[in-house]
């Protein structure tokens, strides 16, 4: 091979210096076929000739060196950090005017301001339209991944013919809609509302009741149901795709990425079923792919293109939180791009203030403000349907449930006697019915427990008697109804005890007095004895005006006469001896304003007393989303680990990202069809394995440029680390959560925190091996064959456990690639 060769262009400039450049092959232009994301370098597929600004003046076969004039005080890229120019600026670099000569080297702003206009910057022109042939390389391999996605996602759906797993949930709830009857669940209702909606589209009735394991009548159209949510999960296939193109991968990581998604078994399982799970999985999908179409948008702020995306995102954020809330976790990485993008903006001189005021408006209007509205709409759709009484009625407040058609409120006697039974209602956002059973506390008085309860039952009801000191209520007597400042004794009617507090601390909230329930109908003593405070009424306003106590307007406290503490019920869970019910305690503390110190009538007999008002007040939308998202809280907060049970379907989530369980999605005899929920090997150690590889190929390019090395162009260094923070971020927060919370687990938590790995091995993939030339394109093409080879491989050795497996599970050898996994038998 020849050597290098001089080519002699004359004297240089003695302000000329000279940079070391790769070799004039415009490499950079090898991703995107668009405007690249990391650099202000149109593609070559842009037709946009590259031009050197000056003669290249030393020529090797792999380097070259040329020269550029510089001003005094001018940066030599080599001294600088990792790149020399911000990444988001949508300028390039006019060569300096000859006037750079005369600028001084004295100090002062005249010198900074003629460097200035020596070095104007213009705007780049946008690039020419693509091509049909552009769009056609761009777009079919989506097209062909959606239909592989179809046929994976279809195949057999309808094979078993029995309710699995979580069906028994999400298509009960499903009826529930069809119904229009009021249910209580821990998830926001947009998920739940879509399966109504598939169900109605189907065919379906609401009649049946998805107990888990039934086989499905033939008036169910369950197979229908299941295509239409499993398309869902179709549609995270092209996703994929133009997410990956969009972060700038080059066509091998793309269709790697792709290939790991279609063939993900855990995904490709839980989409088959009438879950929330697939729609989660598209959303958080969605999310990703706007946001990074709304990045590619940031050189054009306020053009229609960059609302669009920025108002897609924003919907794609509410979508995702009206699903299930660790949609949240998602919403993180959007909003710590956002405060990183605005931090950047806010450090750039040239940007007006109104234009930054407008980013910090256009960001909370579209990414806080829109999402929360989306939230609420489904909601206030999820109220307007859901018009009958129903299973979840008592979940909520006592005059939202007054207005649901079918409830048994309209015959309530309107004022409240003595000899009244009654039930009464906390009225703290998300509070229960006061409650007692049988069962006694394991600690403190070892009495009679007494909680809050979220369901109808007949514990709930209490007898409103006279005190100690005063004669019975005499059933044939005068009416005596119940005003503020009355002592009343409260009994509770199925076990004859009263409600009693005294000086034993309570189980959980060790500062406030434990409340029991003591003694019997003859037996007991002070301690009984509570004094009824009226704070207001709905319809009669303040408590001078209120001159009886009356069913569910009157706001009552209870004040115990001995011990002056209150009746309070501060959503605390008790632990699993007190079957995970609400607390209630006598709070020492006076606080007027404390919601779940209030309580009110909610059900009331009295068959001395005629039928009260069949017309109530409406309840207002904010106060039930408020009340309604108080109790999903309260309830999902219970959904801890019982020390005492094992869950053999439970785990931790230290277990999810190197596959250490899976779980059994049905029943597992040889005569059932079986789905064994875990994922693909080879995807989920190759993400798991590439988060701690990108940490340390990060560290090493730090050491290295700290040591005087540059192995980046421009922008190329900040555009590594916009794709690692979308991966890498994105992963910790949807991961991170599941670690410090304190509800019980499950694999299926873990599918939308596996995304990001894979994106993230896509795209080092594609920085390490398909953009690097330290290969060849041949060696390029065998490691992502190899890689992709890898990954149907596995796919199509574990695709029984997605499309179900028949027959007695022993006879599917070869499925047992970890000790732990519970396939051929239980742990």
């Known amino acids: 091979m020849?050597?290098?060769?001089?080519?002699?262009?004359?004297?240089?400039?003695?302000?000329?210096?000279?940079?070391?450049?790769?070799?004039?092959?415009?490499?950079?232009?090898?991703?995107?076929?668009?405007?690249?994301?990391?650099?202000?370098?149109?593609?070559?597929?842009?037709?946009?000739?590259?031009?050197?600004?000056l003669p290249m003046h030393y020529v090797t076969d792999e380097k070259a060196r040329r020269r550029i004039i510089r001003a005094p005080g001018s940066v030599d890229p080599g001294s600088s950090p990792l790149t020399s120019t911000r990444e988001h600026m949508p300028y390039e670099m006019h060569p300096p005017t000859d006037h750079v000569d005369d600028i001084d080297d004295d100090?002062?702003?005249?010198?900074?301001?003629?460097?200035?206009?020596?070095?104007?910057?213009?705007?780049?022109?946008?690039?020419?339209?693509?091509?049909?042939?552009?769009?056609?390389?761009?777009?079919?391999?989506?097209?062909?991944?959606?239909?592989?996605?179809?046929?994976?996602?279809?195949?057999?759906?309808?094979?078993?013919?029995?309710?699995?797993?979580?069906?028994?949930?999400?298509?009960?709830?499903?009826?529930?809609?069809?119904?229009?009857?009021?249910?209580?669940?821990?998830?926001?209702?947009?998920?739940?509302?879509?399966?109504?909606?598939?169900?109605?589209?189907?065919?379906?009735?609401?009649?049946?009741?998805?107990?888990?394991?039934d086989a499905y009548p033939e008036d169910v159209p369950y197979v229908a149901m299941r295509v239409m949510l499993a398309t869902f999960g179709v549609l995270m296939v092209p996703l994929a795709w133009y997410t990956s193109r969009e972060l700038g991968f080059s066509r091998r990581a793309a269709h790697l990425t792709t290939i790991m998604v279609l063939c993900d078994v855990a995904w490709l399982c839980i989409s088959r079923f009438i879950l929330l799970d697939s729609m989660l999985l598209f959303f958080t999908c969605t999310t990703v792919f706007?946001?990074?179409?709304?990045?590619?948008?940031?050189?054009?702020?306020?053009?229609?293109?960059?609302?669009?995306?920025?108002?897609l995102t924003g919907i794609s954020i509410g979508c995702v939180t009206s699903i299930k809330w660790v949609g949240f976790f998602v919403t993180a990485l959007v909003g710590v791009y956002t405060l990183e993008d605005l931090w950047e903006k806010f450090g750039d001189l040239k940007m007006r203030k109104r234009d930054y005021i407008k980013h910090w408006i256009a960001r909370g209007a579209l990414l806080i403000v829109l999402p929360f509205i989306v939230y609420m709409i489904s909601f206030k759709i999820h109220f307007l349907i859901l018009n009958h009484s129903g299973t979840g009625d008592s979940q909520m407040s006592s005059l939202f449930q007054a207005n649901l058609e079918g409830n048994d409120f309209s015959k309530n006697p309107l004022e409240v006697a003595f000899g009244s039974k009654v039930t009464f209602k906390n009225m703290g956002y998300g509070g229960g019915l006061l409650h007692s059973h049988t069962q006694t506390y394991p600690v403190g008085s070892q009495q009679q427990q007494v909680t809050c309860y979220h369901y109808k039952d007949d514990n709930n009801h209490w007898r409103v008697e006279k005190p100690w000191t005063s004669a019975p209520v005499d059933d044939e007597g005068d009416i005596e109804f119940l005003k503020h400042n009355d002592v009343v004794r409260l009994v509770h009617t199925p076990t004859g005890r009263n409600l009693?507090?005294?000086?034993?601390?309570?189980?959980?909230?060790?500062?406030?007095?434990?409340?029991?329930?003591?003694?019997?109908?003859?037996?007991?003593?002070?301690?009984?004895?509570?004094?009824?405070?009226?704070?207001?009424?709905?319809?009669?306003?303040?408590?001078?005006?209120?001159?009886?106590?009356?069913?569910?307007?009157?706001?009552?406290?209870?004040?115990?006469?001995?011990?002056?503490?209150?009746?309070?019920?501060?959503?605390?869970?008790?632990?699993?001896?007190?079957?995970?019910?609400?607390?209630v305690?006598?709070?020492?503390?006076?606080?007027?304003?404390?919601?779940?110190?209030?309580?009110?009538?909610?059900?009331?007999?009295?068959?001395?007393?005629?039928?009260?008002?069949?017309?109530?007040?409406?309840?207002?939308?904010?106060?039930?989303?408020?009340?309604?998202?108080?109790?999903?809280?309260?309830?999902?907060?219970?959904?801890?680990?019982?020390?005492?049970?094992?869950?053999?379907?439970?785990?931790?989530?230290t277990d999810w990202p190197w596959l250490?369980?899976?779980?059994?999605?049905?029943?597992?005899?040889?005569?059932?069809?079986?789905?064994?929920?875990?994922?693909?090997?080879?995807?989920?150690?190759?993400?798991?394995?590439?988060?701690?590889?990108?940490?340390?190929?990060?560290?090493?390019?730090?050491?290295?440029?700290?040591?005087?090395?540059?192995?980046?162009?421009?922008?190329?260094?900040?555009?590594?680390?916009?794709?690692?923070?979308?991966?890498?971020?994105?992963?910790?927060?949807?991961?991170?959560?599941?670690?410090?919370?304190?509800?019980?687990?499950?694999?299926?938590?873990?599918?939308?925190?596996?995304?990001?790995?894979?994106?993230?091995?896509?795209?080092?993939?594609?920085?390490?091996?398909?953009?690097?030339?330290?290969?060849?394109?041949?060696?390029?093409?065998?490691?992502?064959?190899?890689?992709?080879?890898?990954?149907?491989?596995?796919?199509?050795?574990?695709?029984?456990?997605?499309?179900?497996i028949d027959g007695p599970i022993k006879e599917h050898w070869g499925l047992l690639w970890r000790k732990t996994w519970n396939i051929y038998e239980s742990h």
Request: hydrophobic letters at 40%; proline letters at 6%; one cysteine or more.
């Open 107 to 213: 100090d002062g702003k005249e010198v900074y301001r003629r460097m200035r206009v020596a070095t104007a910057l213009r705007q780049i022109p946008r690039p020419p339209p693509t091509t049909f042939k552009e769009d056609l390389i761009e777009n079919l391999p989506a097209a062909i991944y959606t239909l592989l996605s179809c046929w994976t996602r279809f195949y057999q759906i309808g094979k078993n013919n029995h309710v699995v797993w979580d069906e028994a949930h999400f298509g009960k709830f499903g009826s529930y809609y069809l119904r229009r009857e009021f249910y209580f669940d821990v998830h926001p209702p947009l998920g739940k509302m879509i399966v109504g909606l598939v169900g109605l589209l189907s065919g379906y009735n609401g009649s049946f009741e998805f107990k888990s394991g």
């Open 660 to 804: 250490h369980l899976g779980l059994r999605m049905c029943g597992w005899g040889d005569n059932q069809t079986k789905y064994y929920l875990i994922g693909n090997p080879a995807v989920w150690w190759s993400g798991t394995a590439s988060l701690g590889i990108c940490v340390l190929v990060i560290c090493v390019y730090l050491i290295r440029n700290q040591r005087g090395y540059r192995d980046w162009g421009v922008g190329e260094w900040d555009h590594f680390l916009y794709v690692c923070k979308i991966a890498g971020l994105g992963w910790v927060f949807q991961y991170v959560p599941f670690l410090i919370m304190g509800r019980v687990t499950y694999i299926h938590h873990y599918l939308p925190t596996l995304y990001f790995a894979v994106l993230m091995v896509g795209h080092l993939f594609d920085h390490l091996v398909f953009k690097s030339r330290r290969f060849s394109e041949r060696t390029k093409w065998i490691i992502f064959a190899i890689a992709s080879g890898i990954v149907i491989g596995v796919f199509w050795w574990f695709r029984g456990v997605a499309f179900g």
């Open 2 to 53: 020849p050597g290098p060769v001089a080519v002699d262009i004359g004297t240089p400039s003695p302000r000329s210096s000279f940079e070391e450049i790769q070799h004039p092959t415009y490499t950079a232009a090898r991703s995107n076929p668009r405007y690249d994301a990391a650099s202000p370098s149109w593609s070559s597929s842009s037709h946009q000739p590259l031009v050197e600004e």
């Open 500 to 583: 009693h507090s005294h000086t034993v601390a309570a189980p959980v909230t060790k500062l406030n007095n434990e409340v029991s329930c003591y003694g019997n109908t003859t037996t007991g003593d002070a301690g009984d004895h509570w004094i009824v405070e009226i704070v207001d009424d709905m319809v009669l306003g303040k408590r001078q005006n209120v001159p009886h106590v009356r069913s569910l307007t009157t706001k009552l406290r209870f004040k115990h006469q001995q011990l002056g503490c209150y009746l309070v019920a501060p959503n605390t869970v008790l632990p699993p001896w007190g079957f995970k019910q609400i607390e």
């Open 290 to 311: 706007c946001l990074t179409k709304f990045h590619s948008e940031r050189h054009d702020p306020f053009e229609p293109d960059w609302w669009i995306w920025l108002t």
């Open 585 to 653: 305690s006598c709070d020492k503390e006076n606080n007027p304003n404390d919601p779940h110190t209030h309580w009110n009538v909610e059900s009331h007999w009295n068959g001395r007393l005629p039928v009260g008002e069949t017309k109530f007040y409406k309840s207002p939308f904010f106060r039930d989303f408020w009340h309604l998202n108080v109790a999903m809280m309260t309830s999902n907060n219970a959904l801890v680990p019982d020390a005492d049970k094992e869950d053999i379907l439970a785990s931790s989530p």
